[in-house]
Structure formats: C-alpha cells, structure tokens
C-alpha cells in the first residue's frame, strides 16, 4: 500500500474535486474565518505577511483527501470490498465520512449515515478505524432489533405488564451487553479483513489493531465486555456507557409515549 497513504503522518489535506464514492467524505460550505478588523486612524499599512487563520480542528474537510483514498486502495483486498459492500447494502445512502470531535475514536450516526472520526487520528490507525466503523455500519439490522425489542419491553414494563430481562437496572446492562457483543462481532470480522490486506496487499502490521487482543487479552467475549467497562481517566465513563446512555432514553421515550396514550384515554 502506497507510503504516501498510509504513513502515519498523513494528512490533514483539502479534498479535490472529484466524482461521488461509496464512502464520501463531508466537505463544509463557505466558512467565515473571523470577523475583519477595523483599521484604527492610526495604524498604517500592515507590514510583512499575515498570518493565515487557521480552520477549526474539527474541520469536515481536514483529512477527506485521505480517507477517500485510503478507501480506494483498501478496496483492492476482496474481503474489504465485500465489507464495503455489506455497509452500502445495509443503508440507501452513501456512508459519509467526517472529522468530528468525539469521546471515542470513530463513532457511526444511524440518522445521518455518519462516520465520525476524530481529528487526530492519522495514517494507519485512522484508515483501521474507518473500516471497524464499516462493520458497525454492516450490522446496522441488528443494533436496530436491540434497540426495537427494548423499546417494547420498556413499553410493555410501563403498562404495568411483567417483561423479561429482569429489573431496570438489569434491563440496562442486558442492552449494553447485547451491542457490546455485535461489536465484538465487528471486531472479529475488521481483523479477518485486516489480516488478509496485510498478508496479500502489504498493509501496515498496525492496521490489525484488535488482532494481538483476540489472540491474547481478549479471546472470547467475557474479556472483551470487561475492557469496554474500564472507564475512561478523563471522562469517567466507559464504552458500554454510551450504550446505557441509549437504553436510558429508550426507557424515558417508551415511558413517555405510554403516559400520553393513558392521558388521551383519560386513563389515571
């Protein structure tokens, strides 16, 4: 794979113009780079070159010359174009690339066919964490039966009906377990696609970035739910807590939507 892509320095670069991809990267509007200043009666010409207001580091454009070519050349492995593929099928738009600022490394946005990818990760390790993302976005079918089979429990666990999956507490985790484990899934399959690009395409060793963990710290699913519960030093908060987030407001909407169908019905 070309040195120019895939040197972990790369980036970040303006996009040129170019056709539509199976992966676009955003590219913003006209952006406003500070209000003009007001030249003082005083002040004479400027003197010497200004300085060039720099965009911000979160910035849609910033690494999309990247991303679309290191798309492009993993595409030349057969077993990451069938995982492209997957992604393209599992959704009626393109998925869309963006530097994004974010708690974790790259995130996938169902409602937006969003990739998010934050603005430091560069070179390898950002091309490895655009194609786990791809398997998020592969599995997207079934993240939403977790997430439609919550929202009727908790729909039938505000009826006053008894559900399964025991109390709220063990509801929550029930969830976060659930999408932990289709992303442990995701795991396995980014490192079948990045073993293979590095054995037949010549990828770098460190796009395989979960392989020494399925091979050593985690080779089964139990040492890999344990991992996503460390929590963060600076946030305080884990991986699987995004998760509980999510199952938390399914439980609030669900609540919410029984309380106005009892007050139309003008059931107390």
Known sequence: MPKSIFRAGSGPSLPPK??????????????????????????????????????????????AAYDKMAHEEMLKNPKYKQLADDAATAQDKPVNISTMTQVQGGMF????????????????????????ELTNVA???????VRED???????????????????????ENFAKSMERIEYN??????EVMKDGIQNQGWPKEMDRFG????????????????????????GKSHSDVYRAQFDNIHAKAAEL???SKQQQGVK
């Open 18 to 63: 170019r056709k539509d991809d199976s992966i676009t990267p955003s590219t913003p509007g006209p952006v406003q780079e500070g209000p003009a200043q007001k030249k003082q009666r005083t002040q004479g010409p400027a003197a010497g070159p200004q300085p060039t207001v720099q965009k911000p580091p979160t910035d849609p454009s910033m690494h």
């Open 109 to 132: 946005y169902p409602g937006k066919g969003q990739v998010g990818l934050r603005p430091d990760f560069t070179g390898p390790k950002r091309a490895s964490v655009m194609a786990f």
């Open 139 to 145: 599995q997207q079918s079934k993240f939403k039966k």
């Open 150 to 172: 919550a929202f009727q429990t908790e729909i039938n666990a505000a009826l006053g009906k008894n559900v399964v999956g025991g109390d709220l507490n063990a509801r929550r």
């Open 186 to 191: 995701g795991i396995q399959r980014h490192h």
């Open 212 to 235: 020494k963990r399925l091979e050593g710290a985690d080779p089964s699913f139990d040492s890999y739910w344990k991992r996503q519960n460390d929590k963060d030093t600076k946030t």
């Open 258 to 260: 029984v309380e106005k």
